[in-house]
């Protein structure tokens, strides 16, 4: 399996169906990317904007459930090695049994999982867990203090993602906001970084991060095109791919 992180698509599971799901996954692994960030659908998505919720919303009132994407993702293995991380709320873990989730994580060949609501000081609710099991957690980090990002830095393993600030003002003076700065950290402590490309932004990004995550176009392209959307996904992947 491919170890690199440079092109990282972000979809989420059942839009429009799960079914297509699996043929987009099928597509961008054709097309060159090198991993695939499958988000489970959530009622309350916090680390999303109105339309993520939509897409949740939808996803979720056509019966897709976490049982349904670990078969779908199991299922598409057969002939599809591309590196998957699952991203996920604590509360679908919680409910679905946190041992069991991770061994359907390790069932299904994914081997890191995203949990944007569990803060540093909550990790060690599902971090053993997670170790337990083969499955390694990659920390969030957004603008702190170097204190609060060092104690994350040194708990994490392997891989973290850096969040882009929305805004560059109105933090306090002794937070780091810099990506650049932010990674160069991160690889002092032997870390890979993954950040969100923004628009057309992939080369920038890789320029100082190991992986550019792309997720709101890829989305778009879903949105606009349905379950004619697979090509087009794969064909947005295959061109990103090809400029990076």
Request: hydrophobic share 40%; glycine share 10%.
């Amino acid at each position: 399996m491919n170890d690199s992180l440079r092109l990282t698509a972000h979809i989420i599971a059942g839009y429009p169906d799960l079914e297509t799901t699996s043929a987009i996954i099928r597509g961008i692994g054709a097309a060159g990317a090198d991993m695939i960030i499958l988000e489970i659908p959530f009622s309350d998505p916090i680390a999303g904007g109105p339309e993520i919720q939509g897409i949740c919303s939808t996803a979720l009132s056509s019966g897709v459930t976490t049982d349904t994407i670990f078969d779908m993702v199991e299922k598409l293995r057969k002939d599809c090695d591309i590196k998957i991380a699952m991203m996920t709320y604590y509360n679908p873990i919680f409910v679905y049994g946190s041992d069991r989730f991770m061994k359907r994580c390790i069932d299904a060949g994914i081997h890191h999982i995203i949990v944007p609501d569990i803060p540093l000081e909550e990790k060690g609710e599902l971090e053993p867990i997670c170790k337990d099991n083969g499955v390694k957690m990659i920390s969030m980090i957004a603008a702190t203090t170097r204190d609060r990002m060092e104690k994350i830095l040194d708990g994490a393993d392997d891989i973290v993602y850096i969040m882009r600030p929305n805004d560059a003002s109105g933090y306090p003076d002794d937070y780091i906001q810099d990506t650049k700065e932010m990674c160069r950290i991160a690889h002092s402590k032997g870390l890979r970084c993954i950040m969100d490309s923004g628009r057309g932004e992939a080369s920038t990004v890789l320029s100082y991060a190991d992986g550019a995550v792309d997720g709101e176009d890829i989305m778009t392209i879903v949105l606009r095109n349905g379950r004619d959307c697979v090509q087009f996904v794969s064909d947005y992947v295959r061109g990103v791919k090809g400029r990076i």
